[in-house]
């Protein structure tokens, strides 16, 4: 495992030095500003490089079909067409791209709308600089990357549902998770990410990382999203 922890490494860093293609993102918002902003704030990084800006999710379509973006920041309301439908033309058009919901909105029903049309990442725009690079990063690398009170919304939903009546009960793991990785896996339900999570058990990011590997192996699931609410669903969390 430490030596996918180190190829990860390697990765990004190799991004970072201009020896690999940087991650192409495309910014769809309806806000001028808010996209000038958001473009100036992205050009620093050397491994993320603004492709283009749409307006709304027809403008998307467009671009995304001769720009071929690796990522593309997406708002919920916008004229023409919404945030959530043009995230799910995209999906099905553009498998490849991963989309992020950038936006003011959290409530429930945005947030699973959102999530249902195949977001892989759902962020506030008054998130922290940093949390939306690593978000970027994250979607990039094929994760999931949900804002803490957003994960704690899917948990919570996930929670209710398999509570109704008639739902099916998953079949136990085959190899249960450890002490410490169902403690990690706690705080990914909650949203934290590896470095946060790193700092909290006071141990390395690489040793997370292979953590999270190992959970996302015994659990059969494919994001660190569909960890925590597979992990719901067995009465892990």
């Known amino acids: 495992m430490s030596e996918i922890c180190e190829s990860d490494n390697r990765l990004d860093n190799l991004k970072g030095s201009g020896l690999l293609p940087p991650i192409r993102v495309l910014l769809v918002d309806d806000q001028t500003l808010f996209r000038e902003g958001l473009g100036t704030l992205l050009s620093v990084q050397p491994d ?7 307006t709304h999710g027809e403008e998307a ?3 995304a079909a001769t720009l071929h973006p690796d990522v593309v920041l997406m708002d919920l309301r916008m004229p023409i067409m919404d945030g959530v439908t043009a995230t799910r033309h995209l999906r ?8 992020i919901i950038l936006t003011t909105f959290d409530d429930d029903e945005n947030v699973f709308k959102g999530l ?17 690079i690593e978000a970027i990063r994250a979607a990039a690398r094929g994760e999931s990357f949900l804002q803490p009170s957003v994960a704690a919304k899917v948990v919570a939903e996930f929670a209710r549902l398999t509570r109704a009546p008639g739902t099916r009960v998953a079949a136990p793991l085959q190899e249960p998770l450890s002490e410490r990785e169902s403690e990690i896996l706690r705080l990914v339900a909650r949203g934290a990410s590896n470095k946060e999570i ?9 040793t997370v990382k292979n953590h999270v590997t190992n959970i ?22």
Do not use: F
Not at 48 to 54: F, H, K, S, T
Not at 92 to 99: G, K, L, M, Q
């Open 116 to 132: 249902r049309a195949g977001a892989v990442g759902y962020l506030l725009k008054d998130a922290p600089s940093e949390k939306l």
């Open 198 to 206: 790193a700092a909290a058990l006071v141990i390395a990011e690489g």
């Open 61 to 63: 379509l467009q671009l």
């Open 48 to 54: 993320l490089q603004v492709v283009g800006e749409a």
């Open 92 to 99: 099905a058009t553009h498998p490849e791209c991963r989309v």
């Open 216 to 237: 996302l192996g015994k659990l059969g699931v494919g994001d660190r999203t569909q960890a925590a609410l597979k992990a719901k669903e067995l009465g892990i969390l």
